[in-house]
């Protein structure tokens, strides 16, 4: 391999491949980033097993700024992190690479860096893909699926499943939801669906969609999503995205949510986050991050106590207030995490009783919805 | 105690204050702040028993914008972690703290905190200064002298002393010395002495030294440094830190430093810098992180070796160039925290010899003064 290469393209490459390269394993070889040229192109990949990530810079000698010229093709693994501080570092826009065997000699300025490598062959395949189902959204759109949903998969192994995002697709719309068991959240969106396309499921592991949100643009670029038995892949400008799917099946959603209330409360969003932080300072040291609401038609208030530091009271006023006056005590982390991802606007929270779960949502969308299920209280 | 205070003049000067409480003791009571009322103004202070901070609050109850009421004196220890999330969050601008017994309670808005507080008698007073001897320098200058030197100052407890700054004051001059015996960083500054002022020397914690640099203004506020047997007192504005000194005799500096050189280089700070760093990435897993520097009259190679990962060489042409060429090998970070403190105008090197320290200077300015020893190397 032989060639010539913007510093800055190459940098924001091995950067966005570098997600998929773990940070810890016993398999030396995984540690790498895998170049290959032929004459068209430098392909970028990284495979950790579960997330793949390939980009590629395309040579176009007949521009004027061309960003890559091939003299030779070739592959060569790299260590990730050295690969990345040495081109950050490297002293003009323009690098030379040079590999002989194993060995990448690196070029830029006055300065020469000689890498040892490791051996292409030995780097493993990404999955194969033959693009059966999929569909088309907006980089942006994406994105907002991701954040309104990913903080609430579970963190235990116990339930696997859990671990992951359910993506459902189906006539007009696409849903992504996320549950821990405590809590849910639930993001939908209308879509255009070709017809002929039948509804798909898939439980796509949480990790990959927080690494797939950071490297996806925030804008309306175009993003094609396939979904096979086990694999999902991403693709957007000269970038892929693979990730592993997580087998079993999800619990059935629908059944989770009540169907009557009790209670309802319309308050401005902001109000309610910055109380509730307020008192979840106290709450932190308990086990569930206990904090208490007292629903009474004039007035919320919540409040929080641990025995060594001390207790927090605060009243706000609602919008509006219907129903019972009752007492809630909540994990305080859930209701923070659901109220940032409902933003600044008025919202609704429909209470069904201090046993049961409670729905948060935007006032007139139902689209983007939270369901917190309360903590017992022994003493009321 | 009972007082209303400005929610940001209080939240500052609780920071300010809390890099004197201690992040591990087993010391309960210095985990708080001591906050300290009487008629005039609110004292806030920490006290690890090595470095202490006290800041005060004045209440100008003729001004319009008063930032302090007092209502009724009195004594509180806060919690310091707690405290500041606390007021930090506080929803309105104005906060009123009420003390009955050792619970304090902090209204603002609709929020009230409950804060258990500690027994104000068992926190540790601060040190009792007499000024003894005394001088003013402006603060941006005294954290230029405290930034050109103390990363210089050793971490080992072996030599309690090069733990320390050597602030040396005498005759129209102030200087800081840091060493950890294999290197050395100098900054001397010409003051106007009041006449029948003695010499002084002290030993100034790093630790402290790095503190005080982060909570002094960046401006030409006048601080005023004095020095007793055993302590440092440094007051600004509304604001006074204490530091214990270091007992023990600093080793003779000026026997450390070369009478004669067998080579002179003149070059750009910048460049050197840049091509340093490209070298340090691969030297940092040896225990030196050595690097070399051949000396030539035309040019300069820079080159490190990791024998895993790889090697790197660099050639920097220099400004100017005059006796022996010779290979050193040094400490790469030694060299980049000489350069970084010396910044990016023209600087001179002088070297002694393949085993002895060279010394960098800013060009035309031997105030500013770094020394390294070489780390020796085998085969050449």
Known sequence: MRLVIKKNELLHALQDVQRAVPTRTTKMILYGILLHADYEKL??????????????????????????????PGSIVLNAKYVIEIV???????????VQDFTAIIHSGNATYTLNG??????????????????????????????????????????????????KYQEGTISFSATDSHRLAMQTIEVDVPTGYEAIE????????????????????????????????????????????IEGNYPDISRIFPSSFRSNLQIDGKNLLDCIER?????????????????????????????????????????SFSGEAMLIACNAKFLIDALRALGSATIKIDFTGQGSAFVLYELNNDQHVHLILPVRIGNI
Chains 1, 2 share one sequence.
């Open 279 to 319: 008192a979840a300072l106290l709450a932190r040291d308990n086990e569930n991050q206990v904090i208490r609401i007292q629903l009474k038609p004039s007035f919320i208030e919540v409040s929080s106590h641990s025995p060594e530091i001390g207790k927090i009271t605060e009243t706000v006023e609602p919008e």
């Open 88 to 98: 950050r570092k490297l002293p003009q826009p323009l690098v030379r690479i040079d």
């Open 118 to 167: 490791m051996d292409p062959r030995e780097y493993p395949s990404l999955p194969e893909i033959h693009e059966e189902v999929g569909f088309t959204l907006q980089a942006d759109t994406l994105k907002m699926l991701i954040e309104h949903t990913v903080f609430a998969v579970s963190n235990s192994e116990v339930r696997p499943t859990l671990t992951g995002i359910l993506l």
């Open 202 to 245: 898939a439980i796509i592991p949480g990790k990959s969609l927080t690494e797939l949100a950071k490297i996806i643009p925030d804008d309306d670029t175009l993003v094609n999503i396939h979904i096979t038995q086990n694999q999902l892949l991403v693709s957007f400008a000269n970038t892929y995205f693979y990730s592993r799917l």
């Open 43 to 72: 392909e970028i990949s990284a495979y950790d097993q579960e997330i793949g990530i390939k980009t590629n810079i395309s040579s176009l000698p007949d521009q004027e700024d061309n960003p890559l010229q091939i003299e030779e």
